[in-house]
C-alpha cells in the first residue's frame, strides 16, 4: 500500500462517523464485551469489547457508529471505527426484540510484520462489519443486548464476535440544560494528564500532558486546539498540536458525550540514543471519544481517548484525564 493511498484512506475514514452523527443526535448509548475467534484458526480466541452510538431513524430502521475492539489473538492486536445500517423489530416499552445491521469497518491491525514482536507493523484498511443483535428492553429506558458481529474482507483474517451488555436510550433534555454545558461562544482552558500507548505488540507505555482550548459554536459542535506530549517511550519521544472538531450529545443533566475527529502536527524522534538522530516531523489524522463532566458554572472535568493514526508504524492510543474552567 502506497503512502498516498494510505493518506486518501485516512480522509475516508471520517465519512461515515460525521454522517451518522450529523443525520442527527445518537438517540442510545451501548457498552457489549465477549470473545472472539478468528474465522482462520478456530482455536485462536480473544476477548472482545464493542462501545456504539444509535439514532433511531424511525420505528424499524436505524444507524449507528460502533467502535470495535477485537482483543489479541496470536500476533495481532486489531480494533477498529464502523457505521452499521441497522433493520429491527420495532421496540416495546418492555420485551424483546431483534435486529441485523450491516456497514463498512475501518481496522487498525497491528502485527508482526516479519514474525517478531520486535519488528511490528500498523495495517489500515477496510473491511465489512456484520451484526445481529436481540434486545430485552426495560421499562427503565434501558436494555439488555445479545450480539453477534462478524468481520469480512480483512487481508489478515476475519473474526467472529459473540458479545453481552446493556444500553440505555438517552433522553433529550431541555434546551436550558444543553446550553449550561455548551452555549454558542463558550471556551474552555483545560489541563490535561494521563497514558500514551504505543501500539506495538509489546504496548509500551508513557505518561501523557496536554493543554486544550476549545470554543463552542453551537450545543452540538465544538472545535478544539490540544498541545500535547506522548512522553518517551523506550528511546522515542513525540509531541505536537492537534486541531479537531467535536459533535456533542447530552448524556445526563451534566454529562456530554463527544465525538471529534482532526489532524495532528508532529515532531517525533524515534532514536534518543543516537545523538545523529534527526527529529521527524509528520502530520496524521487523530479520532477521539470523550466524556466530559460539568462540575459547576464555571469548572469542567474530562475524559477522552485519542487513536494517532500514522503512516510509519508508529500509531498510538492517548488515555488524558482533564480538568478545566469555562469562560
Known sequence: MTRDSVNTRYKFLALPLVFVSCLAQAQDASLLAGGMRLDQDKDDTSFAVALGYTHHINKYVSVSADYLNEGHPRQH????????????????????????????????????????????????????????????????????????????????????????????????????????????????????????????????????????????????????????????????????????????RPFTERTVLEMGFGAYAMRDQLDRKDPKAERENHVAPIASIGMRYRISDSLRAQLTWSRVITSYERDSDVFMLGAGVAF
Not at 423489530?89 to 426484540?97: I, V
Open 77 to 248: 492486536h486489531r480494533d477498529g471505527l464502523g457505521s452499521q445500517l441497522w433493520l429491527h423489530t420495532a421496540f416495546p416499552t418492555r420485551g424483546w426484540s431483534v435486529a441485523a445491521g450491516f456497514g463498512p469497518y475501518y481496522y487498525f491491525d497491528t502485527n508482526t510484520g516479519n514474525g517478531t514482536l520486535a519488528d511490528y507493523r500498523n495495517d489500515h484498511g477496510w473491511g465489512q462489519l456484520m451484526s445481529v443483535s436481540l434486545k430485552y428492553h426495560l421499562a427503565s429506558s434501558a436494555y439488555l443486548e445479545t450480539r453477534l458481529s462478524h468481520t469480512h474482507g480483512i487481508t489478515s483474517h476475519d473474526t467472529t464476535m459473540l458479545l453481552f451488555g446493556a444500553g440505555y436510550e438517552l433522553r433529550n433534555l431541555p434546551r436550558g440544560i444543553r446550553l449550561q454545558n455548551a452555549e454558542r461562544g463558550d471556551k474552555l482552558l483545560m489541563l490535561l494528564a494521563g497514558r500514551s500507548i504505543v501500539n506495538s505488540l509489546a504496548s509500551e507505555t508513557a505518561a501523557s500532558y496536554g493543554l486544550e482550548y476549545r470554543r463552542t459554536v453551537n450545543p452540538n459542535v465544538e472545535w478544539s486546539v490540544i498541545l500535547m506530549s506522548e512522553g518517551k517511550v523506550d528511546a522515542a519521544e513525540r509531541k505536537g498540536v492537534s486541531g479537531q472538531v467535536w459533535l456533542l
